[in-house]
């Protein structure tokens, strides 16, 4: 039998690049009113999809010509809100799909997260994941006091300890340490509740948590690392890996090296899956398809493009000279300790290190990448369908897919449920119902 495929929602950005203006996307609903993301769980429950994601950013985008006007104006990864609220209602709403929210390491303290996390795991029967971020961008680290990026490197250190502390929290109250024992008045067995005594390099923790132990015992853990050191920390911590939409080769290349990392630790690579985010426009016809694809790119002006790449990647692009080779622009990018693998890794991939651009070339390049036009699937069911199987087969037929990024929230999410699902189902791809209880089993199914 063909293995399953798992499929996540990510929302994230279903209310910015302009994809609020069609009056079929947010249902006449204004961000970020609830009754729009209960509204969301309930059709992605219908389809039994595995979880509904968000990412976030705690700064607003200031990047592009040193100001966040641009940002501001046109929606450029703004509005954002706390999703933990919006996901207890979320959960709330439905019983099964699962809800993963998105949290920095680069300034987040372990206890605080892991305490958290517990209580949200509570709150949703055991269906939360936490995806762990290593922040690349500097109005996100003035929010927390810091003056400039920290070294790559060290931002993937401090969330591997990040995760080692919060895993020995969740580990300091043992499954069946609460008694609630109405006959002898006793709540807890003390010889079940442990002290953690950690100091490392980064925090330096106590322990133990004084929550009840959550019905998954852990959140499930989400990271998205692409570099070759994110890779190795994605092996180490997490249990799913939230993986780029770049071309296949690469993808491939990916799966590799986190196989070669998992092994180098002693981690079952097979035990290990990737969701790959994958932009979709999906309809009945494959014109219709395309037409929504192709109406993202007069979504957002030029202005909202240059403040997300450069909001994207942390290095301003309209600093860009009027001719460059791609490589010569990603040494400047990694010397500024900003995101090595964003737009200019991936034109690098497509076009060569040694390929020079016009600066005008470039923008008009990044209009297609700041709308996900250059990696969105349109089409039908049964050609996107075809497609994901490809990708799922070339990487290990392990994990799936993180649908985003979609044109229309409400009428492409309605499309998933209701001709993507079907499809994969005739293909033996995907779930008929939902077997499990909590997110972690949900994604463990073969």
Not at 218 to 241: C, E, F, N, T
Request: include cysteine; charge should be negative; aromatic fraction near 8%.
């Amino acid at each position: 039998m063909p293995k399953l495929i798992h499929l996540g929602l990510d929302l994230s950005y279903a209310h910015m690049g302009g994809r609020w203006r069609d009056p079929r996307s947010l249902g006449g609903y204004v961000f970020p009113d609830v009754a729009l993301y209960e509204k969301v769980a309930r059709i992605a429950e219908r389809g039994c999809l595995d979880l509904i994601f968000s990412g976030d950013g705690t700064g607003v985008p200031d990047t592009w010509r040193g100001s966040r006007d641009a940002a501001l104006e046109w929606g450029v990864n703004w509005p954002r809100q706390d999703f933990g609220p919006l996901a207890v209602a979320m959960a709330r709403a439905t019983k099964h799909v699962g809800l993963g929210l998105t949290f920095s390491t680069s300034f987040m303290h372990p206890y605080h997260m892991a305490r958290y996390m517990n209580a949200m795991d509570h709150v949703s029967g055991g269906r939360m994941a936490m995806n762990l971020v290593a922040s690349t961008r500097l109005s996100d680290f003035a929010n927390f006091g810091m003056n400039a990026l920290s070294n790559h490197d060290d931002r993937y250190a401090r969330m591997e300890e990040f995760v080692e502390v919060c895993e020995l929290l969740w580990d300091s109250v043992e499954p069946d340490a609460m008694l609630w024992d109405a006959a002898t008045g006793r709540v807890t067995d003390p010889a079940k509740v442990h002290d953690v005594h950690y100091e490392g390099a980064f925090f330096k923790v106590s322990g133990p948590l004084n929550t009840p132990p959550s019905p998954q015992g852990r959140p499930v853990l989400i990271q998205a690392g692409g570099s070759p050191r994110g890779v190795r920390a994605s092996a180490k911590v997490a249990d799913v890996i939230f993986g780029s939409d770049m071309a296949l080769s690469e993808q491939v290349r990916q799966r590799e090296m986190l196989d070669q990392a998992c092994v180098a630790i002693g981690r079952d690579p097979e035990r290990c899956g990737i969701l790959w985010q994958t932009p979709i426009a999906i309809a009945e016809t494959e014109a219709e398809a395309v037409a929504r694809k192709d109406a993202l790119l007069t979504s957002i002006p030029p202005e909202a493009v240059g403040a997300y790449l450069s909001y994207n990647v942390g290095y301003d692009f309209s600093t860009l000279p009027r001719r460059f080779r791609l490589s010569e622009l990603q040494a400047e990018i990694v010397k500024a300790h900003a995101s090595p693998v964003g737009i200019v890794h991936k034109m690098m991939v497509e076009f060569g290190a040694d390929a020079e651009f016009a600066r005008e070339e470039f923008l008009e390049y990044g209009v297609r990448y700041a709308t996900y036009h250059v990696t969105m699937l349109a089409g039908t069911a049964p050609q996107i369908a075809d497609r994901l199987e490809e990708t799922f087969e070339a990487t290990g037929s392990r994990g799936g897919f993180m649908l985003a990024h979609i044109p229309s929230l409400l009428r492409d999410l309605t499309g998933i449920v209701d001709l993507l699902v079907p499809e994969l189902r005739r293909r033996g791809r995907f779930r008929e119902v939902y077997k499990t209880t909590t997110l972690r089993e949900t994604l463990a199914e073969d």
